[in-house]
Each structure stands twice: as C-alpha cells, then as structure tokens.
C-alpha cells in the first residue's frame, strides 16, 4: 500500500471514530454536564467542529462544502437518533450548533493556510525532514 493511500485510510479512520463516538454518547439516556444554560451547544459546536476538521481534512480543503454537508446530515441523523433514546429528545438548536460548529472548522481549516500547515505538521519529527508525513498538507 503506497504512503497517500494509507493516510487517506488513516484519515477516515480518524472520521469513522469520532462519529462513533458521537453515536454511543447520544445513545445514553443522560449526559453529565455543568448545570450551566445550553452549554450542551458549546459541546455541540465543538465536538462537530472536530468531526468537521476532520472530514476536510479526509476530503482534501477544497471539498470544505461538501464536508459541512455531510457533518450536518450526520448530526440530523444524530438527533433523529436521539428522539428514540429514552430521557433524550431531538433539538433544532443542537442541530444548528452541529452545523455551525462544522462550517466553522471546515472553513477555517480550508481558507486559514497556517492553521492548516499547523494541523499537518507531525507531532514528532521536524519540519523539512526526509519523513513524506511531514511534507503533506493536503491529500490531493
């Protein structure tokens, strides 16, 4: 298997285990949390923001519309899933923070080149190094 194949792989696999984890979350009948008013949007925002970095990042920067779309189906499916679970309940305004969550990241990470160059770079080995990882700063 040649190295871009492998970090796609790696890449998706990345994907598939956040939204995962998303899944076995919402699946809880409850959530501990701080008793503070919708901070469950922040977490919202943020965790899709994750899974919205990294679904760019699988598709390559210039695909960051079609990654906003495919998180914001998924986290429509999430809450639809959670209107089965018992002590859950599917929530417009969560949607909406999944989606924006996802655009935000998925646009920063596409148009923010040095954030992108930043998220690349390997946590170990340098800048510059005969290692191709730390050469590639897209997959396409």
Known sequence: MDFS???????????????????????RGAVAG????????VVHFSVYGLLGTLVVRALGHRRWVLAVVIVSLFG????????FVPGRAMEFGDWVADTLGAAVAALGYARWSRYRE??????RGARGSDNPAARAVSPE
């Open 5 to 27: 194949k492998s970090l796609s792989l790696r890449r998706w696999a990345f994907v598939m285990a956040v939204a995962g984890l998303i899944v076995v979350a919402s699946s």
């Open 34 to 41: 701080p008793p503070i008013n919708h901070f469950d949007k």
């Open 76 to 83: 429509a499916s999430d809450e639809w899933h959670q209107s």
């Open 118 to 123: 930043r998220l690349e770079c390997p946590l």
